[in-house]
């Protein structure tokens, strides 16, 4: 089976996610928004980039594309799903996720390379990953200040998946670069079928591009495809 | 026919979110010698609709859907202005 990479208006890293995906084993197809049947497909990535122009707010109109209502079938049918930057902004517009995203602390677009810790391995974008482990991933945003109020943070405790840290793995604010709560950088639904990530993964999958850390992120994903999480 | 109506629609951050923006604006008015407390940016949407049927309802279901993101976002409706 293949996964479904969708391409909204202003979506931009949906060839780079469709070559990582392959990459690492994966078989992967663009998906244009205004399609209404998925049903050749078992997961899907919503990319990075700008949907609709990030117009309202980021995510706002993409959740409301036509194709969202096959994402949603497929996230309550247990199978993967992964947002990536702006495809994240969308999954918790659509209520997929919890939380929303927020401009940056410093109100600074955000371009470099930021170190993530692995808190759980129980979704779909951390399963092959270590517990403790620090992978190094570009971060690419503008609103990528994850936010969610005290209760939520206490309900979905377990669903973080990944923090912003040191080098060494060290959580602390001078290594939020964004100013997210708890100092999230990746984070699941309950079941782990659905998960967001603001860094880029697909931008760490070889050497020649500073870092393959992302690798063990999609190899995750690609790994979960087929397996259904109920 | 029925008369279109004028709506305004002001969205607002809860006052427990950031508002990264304000706080900037804060910074630079107190810059320039002001003293302010705090200053938040709100959003504030005009919509003409159709004056048929109920319009305050149809406004709010607009809000919960998509103009505000009540995770987020309170929203404040005045018809007629």
Not at chain 1, 13 to 34: F, P, T
Not at chain 1, 116 to 121: C, G, H, I, N, Y
Not at chain 2, 8 to 25: E, F, L, W, Y
């Amino acid at each position: 089976m293949t996964t479904a990479v969708v391409v909204f208006p202003g979506s931009n890293c949906e060839h780079d996610v469709v070559y990582a995906l392959e990459s690492v084993g994966g078989s992967a197809e663009l998906v244009w928004h205004r399609e209404t049947d998925l049903s050749a497909f078992d997961s899907v990535v919503l990319p990075g980039g700008f949907a609709h122009g990030d117009y309202l707010r980021t995510g706002a109109i993409a959740r409301f594309s036509p194709v969202m209502d096959e994402v949603a079938r497929l996230a309550a049918d247990g199978h993967p799903v992964l947002g990536i930057c702006n495809g994240f902004q969308i999954l918790c517009e659509a209520g997929l996720l919890p939380g929303v995203l927020l401009q940056n602390r410093d109100l600074t677009f955000i371009c470099r390379p930021v170190h993530l810790r692995v808190e759980s391995t129980a979704s779909i974008l951390t399963r092959s990953a270590t517990v403790g482990e620090v992978l190094e991933i570009p971060l690419n945003s503008y609103e990528g200040n994850y936010t969610a109020d005290d209760e939520t943070l206490a309900a979905s405790a377990d669903q973080i998946m990944l923090r912003y840290c040191a080098s060494d793995g060290t959580v602390a604010d001078a290594h939020n670069p964004n100013g997210s709560s708890d100092h999230i950088a990746a984070i699941a639904n309950r079941a782990g079928n659905v998960a967001g990530i603001m860094p880029h993964p697909e931008r760490a999958i070889e050497d020649l591009l500073g870092s393959s850390d992302g690798r063990i992120l999609l190899e995750s994903f690609v790994a979960s495809v087929g397996a259904v999480h109920a | 026919m029925t008369e279109p109506t004028k709506v305004t629609v002001v969205v607002r951050r809860r006052p427990s979110i950031a508002d990264p923006q304000g706080a900037t604006v804060t910074r630079a008015l107190r810059d320039l010698g002001y003293t302010v407390d705090g200053v938040r940016i709100d959003k504030i949407i005009t919509l003409t609709v159709d004056g048929a049927g109920d319009v305050t309802q149809q406004v709010t279901e607009m809000c919960e859907r998509l103009l505000a993101n009540p995770v987020m976002e309170d929203y404040e409706i005045r018809i007629g202005s």
